[in-house]
């Protein structure tokens, strides 16, 4: 069973700019989440998807952050623009149920 | 909100030891799992044990819920055990995990 899928793997941009990641989940997993882990710090969860629909995104910067998820499979993630603050690994997981998670190898973004 | 504190924050181990990581959380949780994050960091599923006790090799894990913590067992480390064991909990009503502060493991020849 191939697991979750994230591109880029690394990414290296200016502040100001725009940045875009891609997640593919686990084939059959109705439920997406993004979460941002910044150097030293667990993971925190910014969006929640179930199938196509948003169920959390309070955590969710929105004056710089969207995300989607086209036909309740794949998803993008977007922030422009972007902040010095927003350096960290970007991490895909998918879970089917009840709530175990599968997590892909995350993005590192790195704002300059 | 709910905090998630985990200890020690760091532990050096040689090759063969035992250890054990313990997990406070101040709230009522649905589910607890365990993670590992490998130096390179991919984010393992360790356990899911909102409570009980469960192992798998050498590992195991005892969650319980009443006093509100989870520990992890590691027996017989190796080199490959290094990394950060993250705790992760959700709360009851709703559907997402908080993941705790991490234990970084070093586990040396």
């Known amino acids: 069973e191939a697991g979750v899928a994230q591109s880029p793997r690394y990414k290296i941009i200016e502040k100001r700019q725009s940045v875009a990641f891609w997640c593919n989940p686990i084939?059959?997993?109705?439920?997406l989440y993004w979460y941002q882990q910044i150097l030293g710090q667990g993971p925190k969860l910014l969006i929640q998807?179930?199938?196509?629909?948003?169920?959390?995104d309070s955590q969710l910067p929105k004056d710089r952050f969207s995300a989607e998820r086209l036909k309740g499979v794949d998803s993008t993630l977007k922030i422009q623009p972007a902040k010095l603050e927003d350096s960290a690994v970007y991490l895909c997981?998918?879970?089917?149920?009840?709530?175990?998670?599968?997590f892909g190898p995350g993005t590192r973004l790195t704002v300059l | 909100g709910i905090q998630v504190e985990q200890s020690p924050p760091d532990l050096i181990l040689q090759e063969g030891a035992n250890s054990t990581l313990r997990c406070n959380f101040s709230?009522?949780?649905?589910?607890l799992q365990w993670f590992h994050q490998n130096p390179w960091g991919q984010l393992i599923n360790l356990f899911y044990?909102?409570?009980g006790t469960k192992q798998n090799g050498r590992l195991s894990a005892t969650t319980v819920a009443t006093e509100r913590y989870s520990l992890l067992y590691i027996s017989s480390s190796q080199t490959t055990d290094s990394g950060v064991y993250f705790c992760?909990?959700?709360?009851?009503?709703?559907?997402?995990?908080?993941f705790g502060t991490g234990t970084r493991l070093t586990v040396i020849p």
């Open positions: 997981a998918s879970s089917l149920a009840p709530l175990v998670q599968f």
């Open positions: 044990i909102p409570s």
């Open positions: 084939s059959g997993h109705a439920t």
């Open positions: 992760a909990v959700e709360l009851r009503g709703a559907n997402n995990l908080f």
């Open positions: 709230d009522s949780v649905n589910n």
């Open positions: 998807f179930q199938n196509n629909g948003v169920v959390d």
